[in-house]
């Protein structure tokens, strides 16, 4: 493989194809909700040094294997790039400009991680709406299969 650094444009247009960019739901003993929700940002491939070279490139995020194939030996390893909460947004923010298909999730997520106010003082119902309705509405703009 190659060691020319990829473009910003590029690594756009591989997010866009095989990326995700989405607000996760996690489970958690520390919100009184049950459940916190944070900026997540992930390409998955079965190259692990093209991901790692466009890791390298923006200097955000990490490269891992899947445990997904455990299961099946015969198939070909697959490997995530991977950022979580401001780190991803951090990352989602340099690819904006070039982001072609999924530049609505990157907006909204920037939108929400913009909000999020850092310290461990209770959310009020405000807060608490904003985010379950930018959850929701993530959900919607990742929706697979037909639109009716």
């Known amino acids: ?25 996690e489970k958690t003993h520390s919100s009184r909700r049950g459940f916190t ?15 790692q ?7 955000v995020g990490y490269v891992a294997r899947s ?3 455990r ?9 995530h790039w991977s950022a979580h909460r401001r780190k ?5 923010q340099k690819l904006l400009p070039h982001l072609y298909l999924k530049g609505a999730q990157a907006e909204l997520a920037l939108k929400y991680q913009e909000a999020i106010i850092q ?10 709406v904003f985010r379950d309705q930018c959850y929701m509405k993530m959900k919607e703009l990742n929706r697979r299969g037909r639109i009716e």
Do not use: W
């Not at 929700?37 to 991901?51: A, D, K, M, P, Q």
């Not at 299961?71 to 070909?76: A, V």
């Not at 991803?88 to 989602?92: H, N, P, Q, T, V």
């Open 53 to 59: 070279l466009m890791c390298n490139t923006v200097s």
């Open 71 to 79: 299961n099946f030996p015969r198939r070909k390893e697959i490997f």
């Open 88 to 92: 991803a947004a951090a990352l989602i």
């Open 37 to 51: 929700y944070g900026v997540y940002f992930c390409v998955s491939n079965t190259n692990r040094e093209l991901l």
């Open 119 to 128: 310290g461990h003082q209770p959310l009020t119902e405000e807060e608490c």
């Open 1 to 25: 493989m190659q060691s020319k650094k990829p473009s910003l444009e590029y690594i756009a247009g591989f997010v866009d194809g095989e990326g995700t960019i989405t607000i996760s739901k």
């Open 67 to 69: 445990n997904r194939n």
